[in-house]
């Protein structure tokens, strides 16, 4: 299902609204509802255009890799995921991994790269530190749901190093002026790291 970004909108966020019902999204993902962090990846597909290549650690069931395919119809999506009983849509070049797998490095490089997978806070800055290099310039690394480091922020995940994570990424990536990082966005569930654009070329290695 590769109709393009506005077919994405649609289907996305008019949809589930439709008449006023709430019915579910046409992309299964709770990117869309209950999180809300559709409007902030259309910024940022619009940003990259529709060409752009995305990583997505966290398949599940490959319902926003299909949003992912929408968002990007001319671009790439490749998804990573441990269990080997995630769902990867037609298309999706799927990779069987663990988040902190070493050799995730050979991937890319990517436009867009998404941690979804396990929201644990010392194996999310362990895929930070492999794959924030694999990002290009002028691309973007996005950590999900860092809320489930707090204790109210989901019962079932607490785990305060995921705060700990998230917490370290301006001082990692906004200390020197000229970082390769220019911009460390948080909002509800988001961390969102913006990788220069005429930061270097360390993809090209
Ligand atoms: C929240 S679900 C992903 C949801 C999906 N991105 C979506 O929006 O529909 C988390 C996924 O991460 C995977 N996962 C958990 N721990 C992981 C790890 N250490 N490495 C890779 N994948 C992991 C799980 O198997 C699960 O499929």
Redesign the pocket.
């Known amino acids: 299902m590769r109709d393009g970004f506005w077919y994405a909108v649609r289907m996305a966020y008019l949809y589930p609204y439709t008449a006023g019902v709430q019915v579910p999204s046409f992309f ?4 869309i509802e209950p999180h809300g962090y559709f409007p902030e990846y259309l910024k940022i597909a619009a940003d990259i255009g529709p060409s752009g290549k995305v990583c ?10 299909r ?1 992912w395919q929408a968002l990007f119809p001319l671009g790439e999506v490749t998804g ?4 080997p009983d ?1 769902v990867f849509p037609d298309g999706v070049i799927r990779v069987i ?5 070493p050799s995730l490095v050979e991937l890319g490089p990517f436009d867009l790269i ?1 941690d ?5 806070g010392v ?1 999310t800055d362990k ?1 930070f530190s492999l794959m924030w290099r694999r990002v290009k310039p002028g691309g973007y690394y996005v950590i ?2 860092w809320y489930t480091g707090l204790v109210n922020g989901s019962a079932t995940q607490y785990d305060p190093e995921m705060l700990v994570t998230v917490e370290s990424l301006p001082h990692r990536l906004l200390s020197a002026r000229n970082a390769e990082c220019d911009s460390v966005t948080f909002r509800y569930g988001l961390a969102i790291a913006h990788k220069r654009r005429g930061a270097a070329l360390e993809w090209k290695r």
Do not use: F, P, R, W
Not at 80 to 83: L, P, R
């Open positions: 299964e993902t709770d990117k997505e650690i966290g398949a599940y069931y490959g319902e926003s890799l949003m990573v995921d441990c269990n995630a991994k663990s988040q902190d797998d998404v979804d997978a396990s929201h644990e194996l895929t999900e749901d």
